[in-house]
Every structure is written in structure tokens, then in C-alpha cells.
């Protein structure tokens, strides 16, 4: 019989589901802030199953010899070592939409805090004051509600404020048209919602493309009185300037559920007139805490009894037999859909999948997912195989699958094309017999290209001098070139080239190969080839 700790507070509930699954579980709900006395006896256990309060450090994960699946009642798993639980072979599961409903509602309880000034009149109330006229609020009903994110708690939020008679527009890079009308929200860029908006909520993660989202140059682009909700990550808004924008005026209230530090014990919001801040509580109801409790102990209970594989941060839902085979597929088509992700800046509308030859007889819903994780992991980072397929499916992006007999030179091979309104993208890939992912296809350009970790890639008209353009943009600004392909569809038509750098492309010279004539676009790519 398996045995499962859980080193955190759990509800009974899942710990009674453990129990009738088959598991032996130990339920020891203080354990995790016991460093030394949980690595004494994580040896023994097959499962371990947390909340925030344990820290799943290298040390501990070394210490676990028989443990093989890790689960997070809850989506962060900032507090697990993932690469340490992968190199030991240790599943990492979370419960990415078990909290949802609740942190939407949170989001829009700041709406109405804000609006109606309720936690400073409550206060007041309290203190005896009846300072009736002080607290003029606004109503809600026909105020435009700008939505950064419409992802899966974005879109309930944006339900509600429409419920509400608010004008709703989102921005979101994978909302398509048909989701964005199912929603009943006007799809905008960024700036339009900036200046719309009279609540701005945001309900995205944290990656390198959203971090301080909203800093001094975005709040001047927004209406005089704007309110500012931030129920979803620190990092998003930049404090600073927040607060500089609540001293002028110009921003009328703040909704703050998230910060930069955390705990935030102190911050310079705190106590300023207009701020409502809570410490993080978006997930914090009873119904979302039984929710992941009860996800997280089904999930581990099915894993180590029947060894189905769910919501696996490190991990895709491949059977033991067929893994040997596919595994090397797996990483292939999250490359191909990283590769496409990276350079694709527009709203994906459509997503087609062909596998050719011996690609059509694999287990291609785990290529699919794992070929859509890559693709929208550049904006949304904590994307996983199981989660993937949701998030596509609630921006409306369309996906289809084709399959084929072998068409060509190789036994089988993957080709992804995405469409945006405006162009179509491509790119196949095949792994060798060493079972890594290589490009043979960019834009219908045939060429036989190895991933690496740092790369720039460049699109031209075929014509002499631009590598030796790229060679001398790089080599006066001290960036080397490790190696490079170059293809082409035929003598002066369109070219692509690769090139494959020791670190990442630094984004001033990635401007100045941009501005170069001869150059019709260029992107940096990253790939964790260390996983391969």
C-alpha cells in the first residue's frame, strides 16, 4: 500500500479520500514548518502532499528516496524545487482551476470596495465620526471595465462585470473574436484599454512579457480617476509608481490583493486613503480550500494506484509502455509550439497539428497538448500538458488535427501552422536516432537545424551580405556566434537564418539588427534544451 504525507492543513474530506483510494496516509498538518524533522522522515513516503507552508528545497527532495509524487492543493508551486523533483523522477501535480470562482469574486468584491470607499466609511462608522458627505462613491453600472487577461478566472470576471452592466473589454493575446463575443467583451490592445477604462482589473501571470505591466508610462495613458484592481500576481504593477499616482490624483483607488514582497508586512500602500489591500487572500474561501484539497488527494490517490498522470507541472500524461517511444515526440512538439509562441506577437485564432508517418500512430493527444504548452508558455508560464488544451479552449483558439501516411523523406515528422488575422505561420520538426528535436521546416524553407538554448532568428530577402551584417552587428557589441543555418525557398526569394549564441540576445542589439533594411524581422528565442 502507497503511503502519503500531508506536511500542511488539508480538509478531513481529502484525507478520508486517500484512505477509501487504497493509500496509507499520515496527516501531520504542522509537520511542514519542520525542516529537519520532515527530511528525517520524507524517506518513507511515496506521496507528499502540501500547501504553501512546506518548503520543497533540493535537500529535502534528496532526502526523499521513495518519493514519487508531489502534490500542491492549490495552482503556485513556487514553494517546490521543480527541477530538483525532476531530475529525481518525482512528479510535481497542482490544481490550476480548483480556486478560480473565488479569486474572480475577490476581484470584483475590490470593485465595489473601491467604488463605494466601504472599508474607509466602515472605518469611520466605527469610530463614531457619520461622515455622510466624505464618502461619494461612483456606481458601476455603465462604467467601462478593462480586463487585462482573459484567461480562465479573466473570463469570469468579465462575465460578471457584464452582469453588472459594465462595458467590458479585455486585453489578451490568445482571446480570440468568437470567445471574446461568447463573453460578451470587446477585444482591444493594450493601450485602447488603458485609455477606456474606468476599473482595470488584471488576471494574468507573471512572465518577462507582463512584468510591470503597469508602470508610470501606462498610468499616464489612462483616464483621470481611474481604480486599479491586482488580484493575481506581484510584479504585475509597479508600486512606486502607483503610489505616486494615488498622491497626484490622477489614479482615484486601488484594489491590492498581491505585492511585490511577500508577506508584506510593510509597504508604502499601506495606510494611504484609497487603498484597499488584503494579504492575499484571493483563493482564501472555504469552497476553493476544499476544492484543491479534494483535486490534489484524488489526483496523487489515482497516480499511485492506477498510475494516471493529471495536472503535472514536469510531466506529460503518457502511459508506462508507450513512454520510451514518445518521450523524445513529447519534447519535439513543445519546441515547435515554443518556437511558433516566441515569434508570434498577434491573437492566435487557429492551430493545425499534422502528423505525418509514424508520428499519426503515436499517442498524439499527449503531442497535442504538449505541443500547445509550448506554444502559449511564453505567455502564460505556469501552462502544463493537462492545462493547455482548457486555456486554448477558453480563448477560442480553434485546433485541428490531420494525419497522414508517410509523405517524405522521414519515417514520421510533426508540422504545427498557426494562423493569425493577418499572416499564417509553419514549422516542422523530426528526432533522430539521438532522440533530439530538430527543425526541417521554417515558413516552407526546408533546412536541418539543432535546437539551442539561446538563438536568434531572422527573416530576409535572399541576398548577399546579411549574415555578414549579423556577424558584424554581434561582433561589435561582444555577442558570439557559436554557429548558424541559413535556408532559403529559392535564389533571391524569401531566407531565414539561425543563429546560436552563448547567452541570450541582448534586446539593444536585437534593435539594432530590427532597424537594418535588409532585415524584415528578427526574434530572440529560448529553448530549455537541458530538458532534452
Not at 4 to 22: E, Y
Not at 197 to 204: Q, R
Not at 405 to 420: A, E, M, P, Q, R
Amino acid at each position: 500500500m502507497p503511503r502519503v504525507l500531508v506536511s500542511d492543513k488539508l480538509s478531513p474530506t481529502a484525507v478520508q479520500i486517500f484512505r477509501d483510494r487504497g493509500v496509507d496516509v499520515d496527516y501531520l498538518p504542522d509537520l511542514g514548518k519542520d525542516k529537519e524533522k520532515l527530511a528525517e522522515v520524507i524517506g518513507q513516503y511515496d506521496g507528499l502532499a502540501i500547501r504553501s507552508a512546506t518548503k520543497v528545497t533540493e535537500k529535502l527532495i534528496n532526502a526523499a528516496t521513495n518519493l514519487k509524487v508531489i502534490g500542491r492543493a492549490g495552482i503556485g508551486v513556487d514553494n517546490v524545487d521543480i527541477p530538483a523533483a525532476s531530475r529525481k523522477g518525482i512528479i510535481v501535480m497542482n490544481t490550476p482551476f480548483g480556486n478560480s470562482i473565488t479569486t474572480a469574486e475577490h476581484a470584483v468584491a475590490m470593485i465595489f470596495a473601491l467604488a463605494r470607499q466601504i472599508p474607509e466609511a466602515n472605518a469611520s462608522t466605527h469610530a463614531g465620526k457619520w461622515e455622510k458627505n466624505r464618502f461619494m462613491g461612483v456606481e458601476i453600472t455603465g462604467k467601462t471595465l478593462g480586463i487585462i487577461g482573459c484567461g480562465n478566472i479573466g473570463s469570469i470576471v468579465a462575465t460578471r462585470g457584464v452582469g453588472l452592466k459594465m462595458h467590458v473589454i479585455a486585453f489578451d493575446p490568445f482571446l480570440s473574436d468568437k470567445r471574446a463575443e461568447e463573453l460578451g467583451v470587446d477585444k482591444v490592445e493594450l493601450d485602447e484599454l488603458f485609455a477606456r477604462a474606468d476599473f482595470i482589473t488584471l488576471h494574468t501571470p507573471l512572465t518577462d512579457k507582463t512584468r510591470n505591466i503597469i508602470d508610470a508610462a501606462a498610468i499616464a495613458k489612462m483616464k483621470n480617476g481611474v481604480r486599479i484592481i491586482n488580484c493575481a500576481r506581484g510584479g504585475l504593477v509597479v508600486e512606486a509608481d502607483l503610489i505616486a499616482a494615488l498622491k497626484s490624483g490622477k489614479v482615484a483607488g486601488v484594489g491590492i490583493d498581491v505585492f511585490e514582497v511577500e508577506p508584506a508586512e510593510q509597504n508604502a500602500l499601506f495606510g494611504m486613503e484609497n487603498v484597499v489591500a488584503t494579504p492575499h487572500l484571493g483563493a482564501s474561501t472555504a469552497e476553493a480550500q476544499e476544492n484543491v484539497a479534494l483535486q490534489v488527494a484524488e489526483q496523487m490517490a489515482d497516480y499511485l494506484i492506477k498510475g494516471a498522470v493529471s495536472n503535472a507541472i514536469n510531466m506529460p500524461s503518457i502511459t508506462a509502455e508507450e513512454a520510451p517511444r514518445l518521450k523524445p515526440f513529447v519534447k519535439l512538439a513543445e519546441v515547435l509550439g515554443a518556437f511558433v509562441g516566441q515569434v508570434t506577437e498577434d491573437p492566435i485564432t487557429e492551430v493545425e497539428i499534422l502528423f505525418d508517418g509514424s508520428t499519426a500512430t503515436m499517442n498524439t493527444r499527449a503531442l497535442i497538448s504538449a505541443t500547445l504548452a509550448g506554444l502559449i508558455r511564453p505567455q502564460v508560464s505556469d501552462v502544463n500538458m493537462v492545462s493547455a488544451p482548457i486555456m486554448v479552449k477558453e480563448r477560442g483558439i480553434i485546433v485541428a488535427e490531420v494525419k497522414r501516411d508517410k509523405s517524405g523523406v522521414f519515417d514520421g515528422y510533426i508540422k504545427l501552422t498557426v494562423k493569425t488575422e493577418h499572416k499564417t505561420r509553419s514549422i516542422a520538426g523530426t528526432c533522430f536516432s539521438d532522440g533530439k528535436p530538430r527543425f526541417i521546416q521554417i515558413k516552407g524553407i526546408n533546412l536541418d537545424a539543432e535546437v539551442g538554448q539561446h538563438m536568434l532568428y531572422t527573416t530576409n530577402a535572399d541576398a548577399p551580405g546579411i549574415i555578414g551584417l549579423l556577424g558584424t552587428v554581434c561582433g561589435e557589441n561582444g555577442v558570439n556566434i557559436a554557429n548558424f543555418q541559413l535556408g532559403r525557398n529559392r535564389p533571391g526569394g524569401d531566407a531565414i537564418a539561425l543563429l546560436y549564441l552563448d547567452a541570450p540576445f541582448p534586446e539593444n542589439v536585437l534593435e539594432q539588427v530590427k532597424a537594418h533594411k535588409s532585415i524584415d524581422s528578427a526574434k530572440r528565442l529560448h529553448f530549455d534544451v537541458n530538458a532534452m
